[in-house]
């Protein structure tokens, strides 16, 4: 079948074979192109994640997306922000850490997670403040425990 | 390596079809499984899913670093949302979807010019001698690999469009039209005429460089 409306015939007698080619370009790409191994083994690392008991903390601002671009402030922090349920967590990110803030105020305990085997936990004041001075490096996200459950926000880039 | 059981024959999403798809009602039980604590299905969907995942990553031309990122912030984001995926069996869309929305962001926050200008990417088929290829003795193999590294210049040096769209669909194994539509925010009823466009293009410059 030819999707592209040039006459089958022509298709056919130019001999051209686009399914042999694309194969091809996969196999050029297995060789050149792989996956590299190292981060195979993070995905299957990466199961480790998973867990059912906690509640995903959504992104519902991020302002590399949603916020106009401040012209002449080229380290303008990233600003965060998740939501799971009545929880909100307000997140800014630096060059020199974060600095956050749990909504409605209520003492938690936070760890910043970096992948499947790092887990750092971070100082919270009563009122749910919170500081760290690593910024992260790569993904990360953030393990809530307040009022008995446990939020985790969405993995994300830094 | 249990990729083997992620292949399946047919698409029927699309009036379309080629083998080795990921079969997405086994996908689907993977995905399900994976939930149920079976490691070896995670496995599974990680080794079968992982190629695509790269490909969207790699089809975008960001650097090796921000490539890293994407892709572990994918499967990192995929395994948190894994027993909440309201479509198990689309799970190569949405890690597709994922990937493709992690390289905007990456595009968009980028301040420093390496997007394109990484000589790393750009060089690797020319000059880098892969492993794979120090490997290679026999002269008839030397040909082969020789064919595959031209392929690989002329499919690098097609326009953005063209060579996007290959660089997803040489995912192995191959991906359905709605993984790719999600892979790059293009309708599936479009990527048909395209990929035989882009292959067509793909094919002349091989020819006109006398390597048939």
Avoid at chain 1, 57 to 72: I, K, M, N, Q, Y
Avoid at chain 2, 107 to 134: F, H, I, N, W, Y
């Amino acid at each position: 079948m030819d999707e592209s409306g040039i006459p089958e015939g022509d298709f056919e007698a130019s001999g051209f074979d686009g399914d042999l080619l694309e194969e091809e370009l996969r196999q050029a790409a297995t060789v050149l192109d792989p996956v590299p191994a190292a981060l195979l083994q993070l995905a299957l690392d990466a199961y480790a994640l998973h867990d059912l008991d906690a509640r995903i903390a959504e992104l519902t601002f991020d302002s590399l997306v949603d916020a106009l671009p401040v012209r002449g402030v080229p380290d303008a922090p990233r600003m965060l922000t998740f939501r799971a349920g009545a929880v909100t967590v307000d997140v800014e990110v630096t060059g020199e850490g974060l600095i956050g803030q749990v909504l409605p105020p209520q003492s938690a305990r936070i760890e910043v997670l970096g992948g499947p085997q790092t887990a750092r936990p971070v100082t919270v004041d009563t009122l749910g403040r919170f500081t760290s001075d690593t910024p992260p490096a790569g993904p990360f996200a953030l393990r809530l425990r307040a009022g008995g459950e446990v939020i985790v926000t969405e993995w994300l880039r830094a | 390596m249990r990729a083997g059981i992620l292949r399946s024959t047919a698409y029927d999403d699309v009036p379309y079809t080629r083998g080795g798809a990921v079969d997405r009602t086994e996908v689907g039980a993977l995905a399900r499984s994976a939930v149920d604590g079976d490691a070896a299905a995670w496995k599974a969907l990680v080794e079968g899913l992982s190629p695509l995942v790269w490909s969207v990553v790699r089809a975008h031309r960001l650097s090796d670093a921000d490539a890293h990122e994407v892709y572990q912030t994918v499967w990192f984001r995929f395994a948190q949302h894994l027993g909440r995926l309201r479509e198990p069996d689309k799970a190569g869309s949405w890690l597709a979807s994922t990937a493709r929305h992690e390289c905007l962001k990456v595009l968009k926050g980028l301040t420093r010019l390496t997007l394109t200008d990484d000589p790393q990417v750009l060089d690797r088929a020319s000059e880098d001698r892969t492993p794979e290829q120090t490997l290679i003795d026999s002269e008839e193999e030397a040909v082969e690999a020789e064919r595959i590294r031209r392929l690989w210049q002329e499919f690098e040096a097609l326009g953005d469009r063209c060579r996007k769209l290959l660089r997803v669909l040489m995912s192995s194994p191959p991906p359905s039209y709605l993984e790719v539509s999600a892979a790059l925010g293009i309708a599936v009823g479009s990527i048909g005429p395209l990929r035989q466009r882009c292959l067509r293009r793909l094919r002349a410059r091989m020819d006109a460089r006398g390597a048939v």
